[in-house]
């Protein structure tokens, strides 16, 4: 079946600093992604829809400045968490839809730890 | 009210019975009905979707849909340890692209 490849699968930074994750559909083009974020034991929060060539549309409450998508290709979205702070830490979740057939695959999450 | 509700459990089924999953929406408009499967740790896999009023059956796993009463439903028949998981309803509202997820319920079955 189709793969969505997430990069890094896990990372550790240091407060203030800033985490680029990408969202990879590797065998097929993707005009749309989604970025999901999932505190432990609690549901996927969507975050924003990100759109190729265009600008992100995010959800209430998700800072676009702290949160910054781009999704310059078919195949290719990033999440940057920029000046991360302790409670950035998550579990981050990318989702792309298959253009020519709608489906969504999720790609296999990155866990951020912010000390 | 939550767009998309799910008991979050936990919910214990012994090996070899039925796992009755449910949720509830609140959007008429909703069109499109997802169940997931999430191992703790790991992302969301898909197990079903279903459109349109009724029953879809695949393998062990059946969808029930009932648009008026906006409750979707996952069976697990002769449930394994295996499946023990956590299970996330989503819906798609019409003319949306993107899936509203419920809280996900805690499944586990004992051996």
């Known amino acids: 079946g189709a793969v969505v490849s997430q990069h890094p699968s896990w990372v550790i930074c240091k407060s203030g600093t800033s985490v680029k994750i990408e969202c990879r559909s590797l065998d097929f083009q993707a005009t749309t992604m989604f970025w999901y974020r999932q505190f432990p034991k609690q549901s996927l ?71 | 009210q939550k767009e998309v509700e799910q008991n979050s459990g936990p919910l214990s089924v012994p090996e070899g019975a039925i796992a009755s999953l449910n949720c509830t929406y609140s959007d008429r408009g909703s069109q499109s009905f997802f169940w997931y499967r999430q191992y703790s740790g790991k992302s969301p896999e898909l197990i079903m979707f279903i459109y349109s009023n009724g029953d879809k059956e695949d393998g062990r796993f059946t969808a029930q849909l009932n648009k008026a009463s906006q409750y979707v439903s996952l069976l697990i028949r002769d449930s394994q340890p295996s499946d023990s998981a956590t299970y996330l309803c989503a819906v798609r509202v019409q003319g949306a692209q993107k899936l509203v997820f419920g809280q996900g319920t805690r499944l586990t079955i004992n051996p």
């Open chain 1, 45 to 115: 929060m969507l975050m924003a829809t990100s759109n190729e060539g265009s600008k992100a549309t995010y959800e209430q409450g998700v800072e676009k400045d702290k949160f910054l998508i781009n999704h310059a290709s078919l195949t290719l979205s990033t999440l940057t968490v920029t000046s991360a702070h302790p409670e950035d830490s998550s579990f981050y979740i990318c989702s792309a839809r298959d253009w020519g057939t709608g489906e969504l695959f999720f790609g296999e999450g990155s866990r951020l730890t912010v000390l």
